[in-house]
């Protein structure tokens, strides 16, 4: 895995004619024109990635600048609106319903975060191997991962229906909670099974992650460890846990920049409530812009979260590379 | 092993003795092994099998409590019923042309810039790869005031292409990172033969390259379709007028549009219409998911 960390780095594979062909052979021509040809073949370099950059500069580029400027209006839908300087931004940290959705992301984030990473290291041991069953194994723990939370959460929202949902239906046949549970309709309970959900939900993406990279440490350092008579234990913690550091961070990043996004359950499970008790910030941002139309004031809310995943990502960055350096040596 | 260890316990080395309790400990391992990745696997399979055994209960039975008889009753009256009445098949089409399109798009985007970016010198290309990239940080649930503002002058609000173009292009990080590796990993000679033998550019990517690239395009068009086709928010934000949603805002109105009591049997069986591509797809084309993660571009 070489990750993202392509940027800034200078590329060695990345050949251009003139440095690669000496000339010569069949190259006479080239010889001629050979500043022409090479002008040519970077105008053909740039018309090749130019949609690309286009589309990025145009739904990305583009509207991260004009985010900024509107967070510093105080933008309605339709109408004239004015420069507002920071008064957004002074406004949003003193609004509850915004500090509630920081503080409640938060908390969401920091409940899923471990059980996330636990299930998922403790699955990817299990699949790792290429051992029988293993690609079913994998299949099976990564598919609630592929169909999405949106479909899930619909599919939940029947099962955490007093009376009819299995979640009531099952807890009860324990002797865990009462048939006519409501878990939509309260704050507590709502938080605690959509947390279950997530966890449920995302360990599969963390499994691949780690089963990643565990498939790149080199067997030769199993192999050794076990002449030397390592057991399993020692194994793991020598050589398994110190090469999988990279692996590990990048899989807690992602969690956690996803925990931050996290919209789609609470909208369709509990729409924030009861009250805005479960409203995330994306759903604060989205509630702010398209419901109350105040869409300075939300931008100003988005701005800071762009700026929060921005500083997790060039911490990401800032890991990786160390790991980078260290696959390289080796 | 035992007769043989029996007959000449003085040959018993101190190895082979260690191979026998090792190859006992493995067969213990496996079983154990077996057994916890067995009941890990139905707590991920089951619930969504148990959707989808519920999608053809009557209606009447998916709203009361699970008993063992409600097996006897199974029906497709809730699918018919979505159909005639929902329109599903229309949301499931929007759906099905939105993430085509992205993937389409995404692939003959991405395609284009990894070639450029893999093969070409030019100037300013660190800078542009850079900028493509750093998308992957930018997340577009931040930029949905922008976006929509945006869209919305340009007509691309209330618009499947338009969303298809949104999707295109939050996609294409991932996508261009893949394709420029595709086209790195390729011998730098094939495609000088063919410029030696006077191909265009152009040309040589279709008839030399395009074999070799086919698997990195998979990876990309799998993981665009995936995420077009499963996208929430973005929907949500940039199309409004019904006849345009997309299964999951299909559902939604399901839940929160119609008034009076939900119908869950609708609710349920449009949710497993909404299952179908992804599981057919990643069971189908496993094997280019992986590769996706593999590749590095993976971020968040």
Redesign the interface.
Known sequence: MTSAGGIGRRVPALRGPGGHVPGGRGQGWRRLGGGGLSARRSRTGMILVSPAFAMVALFVLFPLGFAVYISLTNWPLIGPYHYVGGQNYSEIIHDQAFVHSVLFTLLYTAIVTVPIFVLGYLMALLVRSNRRGAVFFRTAFFLPYIIGLATESFILLLELQPDSGAVDFVLHKLGLAAATTAWTVNYGLALTAICVFVVWFASGLTMMLLMAGMNGIPAELYESADVDGATWWEKERRVTLPLLRRSIALSLIISVIGSFLAFNQFYILTEGGPGTSTEPVVMWIYQEAFVQYHLGYATAGAIVLVVVIAVISALQFYLLRDGDDKKAAR | MTAATRTSPVRRTEQAARAERKRRKGRTG?VL??V??TL??L???V??A??VL?SFMPNTL?????SGADFSHLTVSNYTGLIDTNDILRYALNSLLVAVGTGLLTA???T??G????????????V????????????F??????????MHSLGLTNNLAGLA??Y???N??FG??VMR?TF?QIP?EMS?AA??DGAS?VRTLVSVLRPLVIPGIATTVLYAF?FS?????GA??FITSNDLYT??LA??NM??GSVGQVN?GY??A??VI??IP??LL??GL?RFY?QG????????
């Open positions: 496996f092994y077996l916890g990745g890990a696997a707590v991920f399979l619930p969504l148990w959707a519920r998916v709203t009361q409590a699970p003959i985007i991405a284009m810039a070639y450029g970016f893999a093969r070409f010198r030019f100037r300013g290309s660190g542009v790869f850079a900028l493509v990239l750093v998308t992957m940080m930018v997340p649930q931040a930029l949905l005031t922008p976006l929509f503002l945006e173009l949104f295109t292009t939050f294409l990080p261009v990172f590796n790195l730098w000088e410029s030696v550019p995936l086709w499963t996208e929430f928010v949500l934000t299964l999951p559902l939604l839940e929160y869950f609710l349920e449009g949710a909404a299952m992804c599981v990643y069971i496993q992986i993660l593999m590749s590095g571009a993976i971020k968040g």
